[in-house]
């Protein structure tokens, strides 16, 4: 691949990690908030005075993202209490796409870093051409001659396999800790 095909690729990758990761982040957070206004409360009355502030900032965020609507509505309300039930497999397949997102932009950014450097040596080159007093060629005949090797996407394999992991057992943790 060549030099442009190598930054078509890293917008392109960078764009689709960001519409993979922004829907997702805002699902998840709304599922999040979801939970706690319908899942937090036990039915007593000390769970219904203990909530009552949660529930509230949830309504005050509910009304302030009044665009996000279709969130609000599409959105799986996960059970923290009861793993198997069925609204728990939505939610965390929603949250698992965050990281394949994540693992999309991390590919569009670090080759965007590997252009960055290539184009900073191909600069020296032409200046040190000139320098030289022989026939300078041009930026654009040096980035043709340029051959970039592909690398792949999920060779950052711990950014989505292994986080997802690490914070799912951390989140969980905090649950359990937190009593929630």
Do not use: C
């Not at 917008?11 to 706690?36: C, D, E, H, N, Q």
């Not at 051409?129 to 040096?142: C, D, F, P």
Request: cysteine-free; glycine content about 4%.
């Amino acid at each position: 691949m060549n030099f442009q095909e190598a930054r078509k690729k890293s917008l392109i990758y960078r764009l689709v990690g960001a519409l993979i990761v922004i829907p997702s982040v805002i699902s998840t957070i709304i599922s999040f908030l979801k939970m706690i206004y319908f899942r937090l409360d036990d039915g007593t009355e000390f769970g219904s005075i203990l909530t009552q502030p949660f529930k509230k900032m949830v309504e005050i965020i509910h009304q302030h993202t009044d665009f996000l609507i279709i969130f609000w509505n599409k959105s799986p309300v996960p059970n923290h209490m009861n793993i198997s039930e069925p609204q728990n497999i939505p939610f965390i397949l929603i949250y698992l796409t965050i990281f394949f997102g994540i693992t999309f932009w991390g590919a569009g950014s670090s080759l965007s870093l590997r252009l960055r450097k290539i184009r900073k040596k191909i600069e020296d080159q032409v200046i040190e051409e000139s320098i030289k007093g022989v026939a300078a060629r041009t930026h654009a005949e040096i980035r043709k001659s340029i051959v970039i090797p592909s690398n792949g996407m999920f060779s950052e394999a711990h950014k989505l396999y292994l986080a997802p992991i690490v914070v799912t057992v951390i989140g969980a943790v905090l649950v359990k800790f937190l009593d929630l």
